[in-house]
Nanobody, 121 residues
Framework: QVQLVESGGGLVQAGGSLRLSCAISGGTFSGYAMGWFRQAPGKKRERVAG????????YAADSVKGRFTISRDNAKNTVYLQMTSLKPEDTAVYYC??????????????WGQGTQVTVSS
C-alpha cells in the first residue's frame, strides 16, 4: 500500500517562512506526479502547487506564485513545499497528493492526512 505523510506545519507570523515535507512509502515515488493542495474552513480545496515525475516541470497557483516553491527529491522519496512571505489567508490544512499513472485514461490519487498551517497577523 502507498502511504503519504506530511510534516512541517505549524504556527508562524505573517511574513514568515515554513517548509512542508511529504514522505511517500510503499510505491515507486519517481513514478508519481506530486502536488500540494490546501483547504481552509468554509472554502473548497484548491491546488497550490504541482511537480512532474522528473521534477523538471512545476506549477504554482496565482495566489501563491512567487512565494511558494515545490520541489522533490526522488532519492529520499520526498516532496517539499517551501513557503515564504506567508499571509493569514494561507492558513489552511495542506495535503500532499500523489498521482499514479496506470494506463491511458486511468489514474489513481493517493492523499496524505494533512498538516495544519496557521499564519497569524
Amino acid at each position: 500500500q502507498v502511504q503519504l505523510v506530511e510534516s512541517g506545519g505549524g504556527l508562524v507570523q505573517a511574513g514568515g517562512s515554513l517548509r512542508l515535507s511529504c514522505a511517500i512509502s510503499g510505491g515507486t515515488f519517481s513514478g508519481y506526479a506530486m502536488g500540494w493542495f490546501r483547504q481552509a474552513p468554509g472554502k473548497k480545496r484548491e491546488r497550490v502547487a504541482g511537480i512532474s515525475r522528473s521534477g523538471t516541470n512545476t506549477y504554482a497557483a496565482d495566489s501563491v506564485k512567487g512565494r511558494f516553491t515545490i520541489s522533490r527529491d526522488n532519492a529520499k522519496n520526498t516532496v517539499y513545499l517551501q513557503m515564504t512571505s506567508l499571509k493569514p489567508e494561507d492558513t489552511a490544512v495542506y495535503y500532499c497528493n500523489a498521482d499514479e499513472y496506470i494506463d491511458f485514461g486511468k489514474n489513481h490519487d493517493y492523499w496524505g492526512q494533512g498538516t495544519q498551517v496557521t499564519v497569524s497577523s
